[in-house]
């Protein structure tokens, strides 16, 4: 067998390289690409320019939005030394000196970088206080970084409050955190402090669509937008999720399309919403339902298309306003959030979107999701259905539209408008929801006389100082009538508390003068009688 044959005549193929996932591959390396924190690096520039840096800083933000980052920028610029060897702290760091080279690759002996969630505790620190009191070994700056600070125990905190306040010449601190609020007051206050902000979706999609360009991949518009405003803020997100989309267009070509994203992410597609949206506003209880499960066995998650239907009603409510149109909405988009603009008004708007809020929140607690969005369009349509309150309210002040008659008003049976007895009178308290008062009449009050809108009656026992006062509001309110009540010291009728009891008492004794309950008594001494109602209704 040759040689040749093995292969050994043959030159040594090259190594292929590993890949990197777009997060890391695109990661900053100057100032001039981090995207949407400009007013951090102007305070930077300035500081640097006018030899004015503080000997700590605090990076702080949401996930994905720059903070390790920024960081190893801020190492960069301040260690650079230029092309020639000659430079100084700069904000636009060369990137080609050995400083820079070193930092990008998180090799430079200077530059420490620490992960707190994994070294809480004293020791680490301690060993941070021992080393930064030797001078640099070969960069103009000893640097530390320390990721997620607020991870730090507290006695971990407390020894590094010393060495933080009066570092050596040479030494920087940078932390980043997700979570300021975690550390303590005093290591803030020894700070510089930075709040990183959330990326816009509008410079998220601009980014993206650079990065997509340099990996030779076609993203529609629309599907750049979706993944912009699923990443939320944070370019690190929205670069997985670019990466997940670009692997899951697969090698056939066509690039990657906004039906794909969506099916990716679990989104429902903002056609059909747009859909289901004209159908909430149509009130059409059967084609809303239906449009829903269509989306639901699609494997779209019923959260996600109320979040979808609020995204519309905020899209309409900023169409009605006149503001500038989203990066990445389609023409059909924007002609159908016009369309619904012209045709509702802000109260409607307003209505819509808290109910839709409210559904949203009952869905994501409930145990049934589906039936719970059902329940949640449903109540939409109810109250699209409904008159605007407020156009109600002027139609009646100017006599365009008559108030119902109470026959026409509803169809339950008519009430009394005026009670004729003292339960009747109580009965009147509890429909008016006045429950206490009903049952002090009930308990208290002996009738005297009652006609039409008077009443006289003696007390069973003393009365509150306000009650015939409380009594008479209530009944006015009730009945619409000035009563004139009073309680006198005559004679009078039982309450109907007694009235019960009396009863009760009698048909007891009628029980136990029953043949068979005496006989039973007669031959158990001990019995005793219990639930007479049913004795009486099985005799019956």
Request: aromatic share 4%.
């Amino acid at each position: 067998m040759s040689d040749s044959f093995l292969g050994l005549d043959e030159p040594p193929q090259p190594k292929q390289e590993a890949y990197r996932v777009l997060a890391r591959k695109y990661r900053p390396q100057t100032f001039s690409e981090l995207i949407g924190q400009d007013a951090m690096v102007t305070t930077l520039g300035n500081a640097i320019r006018r030899d004015r840096l503080a000997h700590a800083f605090l990076l702080t933000g949401v996930r994905g939005v720059g903070k390790t980052s920024t960081a190893r920028l801020i190492a960069k610029a301040l260690n650079c030394i230029g092309p020639d060897g000659q430079g100084g702290p700069t904000i636009d760091p060369c990137g080609v000196c050995e400083p820079c080279r070193a930092i990008a690759e998180g090799r430079h002996i200077d530059v420490i970088e620490m992960d707190a969630a994994s070294h809480t505790g004293i020791d680490d620190i301690r060993e941070i206080i021992e080393a930064s009191r030797y001078s640099a070994v070969s960069a103009r700056y000893k640097i530390y970084i320390i990721d997620e600070v607020h991870m730090l125990s507290k006695a971990a905190f407390n020894g590094l409050l010393k060495t933080l306040e009066e570092p050596p010449a040479h030494v920087k601190f940078l932390f980043a955190t997700t979570e300021v609020n975690k550390v303590p007051v005093t290591v803030l206050s020894r700070c510089q402090r930075f709040d990183l902000r959330r990326i816009p979706a509008e410079k998220l999609a601009e980014h993206f669509a650079r990065v997509s360009a340099a990996e030779g991949v076609e993203v529609e518009p629309e599907a750049m937008a979706l993944i912009a405003r699923a990443a939320e803020g944070s370019a690190r997100d929205g670069l997985s999720i670019l990466d997940q989309a670009i692997a899951h267009a697969g090698l056939e070509g066509g690039g990657v399309r906004a039906e794909a994203v969506s099916a990716m992410l679990g989104l429902s597609d903002r056609g059909a919403i747009r859909s289901l949206f004209g159908l909430l506003l149509a009130g059409d209880a059967i084609g809303a339902l239906a449009a829903l499960r269509e989306q639901y066995d699609l494997g779209v998650d019923p959260q996600a298309v109320l979040r979808t239907l609020l995204e519309t009603v905020h899209g309409v409510t900023l169409a009605k306003l006149g503001t500038a149109a989203t990066t990445g909405q389609s023409a059909e988009e924007l002609k159908a959030l016009r369309d619904w603009a012209a045709g509702l008004s802000f109260p409607a708007l307003h209505r819509l979107w808290q109910l839709l809020l409210r559904g949203h929140d009952e869905v994501a607690k409930a145990a049934l999701p589906i039936e719970a969005c059902e329940m949640a369009l449903l109540r939409v349509i109810h109250a699209s259905q409904l008159p605007d309150p407020g156009d109600l309210a002027r139609q009646l002040a100017n006599g365009s539209v008559s108030a119902p008659t109470p026959a026409a008003a509803s169809t339950k049976p008519a009430e009394p408008a005026m009670p004729s007895s003292i339960a009747e009178l109580a009965a009147h308290l509890e429909m008016g929801k006045r429950f206490q008062l009903a049952q002090q009449v009930r308990d208290y009050l002996r009738p005297v006389r009652f006609e039409g809108s008077e009443f006289e009656f003696g007390a069973a026992r003393e009365l509150p100082h306000d009650f015939v006062r409380e009594l008479g509001a209530a009944l006015r309110e009730a009945t619409g009538v000035n009563w004139r009540l009073k309680c006198v010291e005559e004679a009078a009728a039982p309450t109907l508390r007694e009235e019960q009891a009396a009863g009760e008492a009698a048909e007891r004794a009628a029980v136990l003068a029953s043949p068979v309950v005496a006989a039973a008594m007669q031959a158990f001494p001990e019995a005793e009688l219990i639930g007479w109602n049913n004795v009486r209704s099985n005799q019956a």
